[in-house]
Nanobody, 128 residues
Framework: QVQLVESGGGSVQAGGSLRLSCTAS????????MAWFRQPPGKGLEGVAS?????????NYADSVKGRFTISRDNDKNSVILQMNGLKPDDTAMYYC????????????????????WGQGTQVTVTS
């Protein structure tokens, strides 16, 4: 049984930072994609950042977070981290971790419909 458990959400003032963590269990595919998605209040799900858990490809980012967010992995802990700096009120959303065994087209790495496994979500609130 695959489980993705997120942690690290919270409330922060604009300009602040938060670090989200997602630990995966039950998914042992060597080439798996892990990503962060978010759902702002009243809006749909949108891709934030993704990476290949094994491999040398560069991570992918939504244009809205480039230069502010960094996705990384901890192979030993089977975890993916999202470091969020320079947070803005528009970043307020429920953030979800997702995973899928590869392969995955580079054109699809931020498409939520391509991911099979999802965490329960963690709330991020940025106040002005």
């Amino acid at each position: 049984q695959v489980q993705l458990v997120e942690s690290g959400g919270g409330s922060v003032q604009a300009g602040g930072s938060l670090r989200l963590s997602c630990t995966a269990s039950g998914i042992s595919a060597m080439r798996k994609y892990m990503a962060w998605f978010r759902q702002p209040p009243g809006k749909g799900l949108e891709g934030v950042a993704s990476l290949v858990f094994t491999g040398t490809e560069n991570p992918n980012y939504a244009d809205s977070v480039k230069g502010r967010f960094t996705i990384s992995r901890d192979n030993d802990k089977n975890s993916v981290i999202l470091q969020m700096n320079g947070l803005k009120p528009d970043d307020t959303a429920m953030y979800y971790c997702a995973a899928v065994p590869g392969p995955l087209s580079p054109f699809h790495v931020l498409r939520p419909d391509k991911y099979r496994f999802w965490g329960q979500g963690t709330q991020v609130t940025v106040t002005s």
